[in-house]
C-alpha cells in the first residue's frame, strides 16, 4: 500500500514492514510518516492506529507479530521494543543490556524455537533474543538489514555489501554478492516454496532465487 485511501477517509503513507498475525485475519504494517504501527482487519479493510511513537524522535522501521506480541524497531532512538496487541509497551531493548548499544536496529524475525533475530545494522551483528528481549548470543554480520529463517539457516541480506550472507552451524559463514545474479538494491526477502527465497528487488520485480546455488529461478513480476 502506498498512499492508499482506505474507507476513502484516511489518507497514509506506507514504506515501512508489514507482519500477519498468526490467524491471517490481521496485518500489522509501519507508517514512517505518521511514526505509527497501522493495524488492518483484512475482513472489511478496518484501519486502526496502534501506539507507536508518533513523536518526530523517532521512526519505526519494522514490526513483527510474535507470540501475542508486537515486537518494533526505531532506527531513530535505536530501540527493539516489545508491546501487547492493543499497542501497551512491555518492555524494550534500547542498549543498556546489550554491549555496545543499538545502532540502527531494522528487521526482526523470529524461528519455530521461540527466538528473535534483530538486525542490528550499525553493528554489524545479528542479535538473537528471547521472545522476552533476553539476550541468548550475537552473530556477527557486515551491515545486515534483512533476516530471514529458512531451513534452519540463518540468511541476511546486507544492504551496504548488496550480498546475501548465510549462517549455517556446519559450514560457518558465507557470502553471496548479489551483483552475480544480475539485480541489485533487495528491498525485502522471505521464505518461498522448497528450497527457493523471494526477493523484492529495487527495478526488477519479485525474483525467485535458488537457495542452494544461489541462482535466479524466474522474475515473478518485472517492475
Known amino acids: 500500500l502506498d498512499k492508499t485511501r482506505i474507507h476513502d477517509s484516511i489518507e497514509i503513507d506506507f514504506s515501512g514492514r508489514l507482519s500477519y498475525r498468526d490467524d491471517g485475519e490481521v496485518v500489522y504494517l509501519i507508517d514512517h510518516t505518521a511514526r505509527n504501527v497501522v493495524e488492518i482487519e483484512l475482513s472489511g479493510l478496518h484501519r486502526q492506529c496502534v501506539i507507536i511513537g508518533k513523536t518526530m524522535d523517532s521512526l519505526p522501521w519494522c514490526v513483527k507479530y510474535f507470540s501475542n506480541r508486537l515486537y518494533v524497531t526505531d532506527t531513530f532512538q535505536n530501540t527493539l521494543t516489545m508491546y501487547d496487541t492493543e499497542g501497551k509497551f512491555v518492555c524494550k531493548v534500547d542498549g543498556s543490556e546489550v554491549k555496545l548499544g543499538l545502532n540502527n536496529p531494522r528487521d526482526v524475525c523470529s524461528d519455530d524455537r521461540g527466538l528473535l533475530y534483530l538486525c542490528d545494522n550499525g553493528n554489524n551483528r545479528i542479535l538473537i533474543l528471547t521472545a522476552d528481549l533476553c539476550l541468548v548470543t550475537i552473530v556477527s554480520v557486515p551491515f ?55 526477493f523484492l528487488g529495487l527495478g526488477y520485480g519479485i525474483v525467485v532465487v535458488d537457495q542452494i546455488k544461489f541462482q535466479i529461478i524466474t522474475i515473478l513480476v518485472d517492475a
Open 144 to 198: 545486515p538489514s534483512d533476516v530471514i529463517i529458512k531451513c534452519k539457516e540463518l540468511l541476511v541480506y546486507s544492504g551496504e555489501m548488496n550480498s546475501i550472507i548465510v549462517v549455517n552451524e556446519e559450514e560457518g559463514v558465507k557470502r553471496y554478492p548479489l551483483e552475480k545474479y544480475k539485480f541489485d538494491q533487495c528491498n525485502k526477502m522471505c521464505p518461498g516454496e522448497r528450497d527457493t527465497i523471494l
